[in-house]
């Protein structure tokens, strides 16, 4: 097999076959935050997206309908 500037696997030099992500692990302080957002969470009720992780508004309908549901 010739070879063509892109590895054995074809993706690249040395391709990503062997590549593997470093774990992350988060610091207390990062959980905390996590832990903070998921307490002042509001989910709407009708679609299930929420206002912190999704980006929902909850500005006009009250009762945890999201903007977009009203």
Known sequence: ???????RSGLGIGGLGGYIEPATVPSIEALR?????LD??????????????????FTTGGENICDDCV
């Open 33 to 37: 935050r996590y832990e903070k957002l």
């Open 40 to 57: 002042d969470d509001i989910v709407c009720r009708v679609c299930g997206a929420s206002m912190n992780f999704d980006g929902a508004m």
């Open 1 to 7: 097999m010739a070879e063509n500037g892109f590895g």
